[in-house]
């Protein structure tokens, strides 16, 4: 991708994230998008086909350093000790709350479907990973869905009812139960 391009699919983020600041996902059209980024119509569907396909790469890329980057160093929360569960749900707090204006966050509390999908979908894979063998009589898939709802009910308690709580502390008391 040359330049150009990549100053175009930039402008095309920071409007959808603009416009996702100010209302829901679902109410949120192309031409809102287009009209934001003061791009021409050919312009938006020469890099996404939908709507939905520019959520989709917005999530990759978040996903991608989010959880599959976790273990490495991260620039803006470089001094997190993410080896345990708890340090990279912690993590991942950070991330939900800070990162393009708290979208990511907003997404989870808005439980918007194609966001909270995908999201869920990279969560069940880290507690797969790091979830503790343990000797028990219910399937670990059961286990694995169980933390996947309750984490995304504790992210939208967190954000909503107590923003003023570190992500440290969060995930400290998500992980008490279990």
Not at 114 to 137: G, I, K, M
Not at 161 to 168: N, V
Request: charged share 30%; with cysteine; net charge negative.
């Amino acid at each position: 991708m040359d330049r150009r391009q990549r100053k175009t699919r930039r402008a095309i983020c920071d409007a959808f994230e603009d416009l996702l600041r100010q209302e829901r996902y679902d109410a949120v059209t192309v031409s809102q998008i287009i009209e934001r980024a003061d791009i021409g119509r050919s312009t938006f569907y020469a890099h996404y086909e939908t709507k939905d396909a520019l959520l989709e790469s917005m999530c990759d890329e978040m996903f991608a350093h989010i959880f599959k980057g976790v273990n490495k160093s991260c620039e803006t929360h470089h001094d997190l000790r993410t080896a345990t569960l708890e340090g990279k749900l912690a993590h991942l707090l950070y991330h939900l709350r800070d990162d393009h204006g708290g979208i990511c966050g907003k997404l989870v509390v808005e439980r918007e479907p194609h966001y909270t999908a995908s999201f869920s979908e990279q969560l069940a894979e880290l507690f797969e990973s790091d979830l503790p063998v343990r000797p028990s009589s219910q399937p670990r898939d059961f286990v694995v869905d169980l933390l996947v709802s309750s984490f995304c009910e504790a992210v939208s308690w967190w954000l909503v009812k107590d923003p003023a709580r570190s992500p440290e502390e969060v995930a400290s008391w998500f992980l008490l139960p279990f």
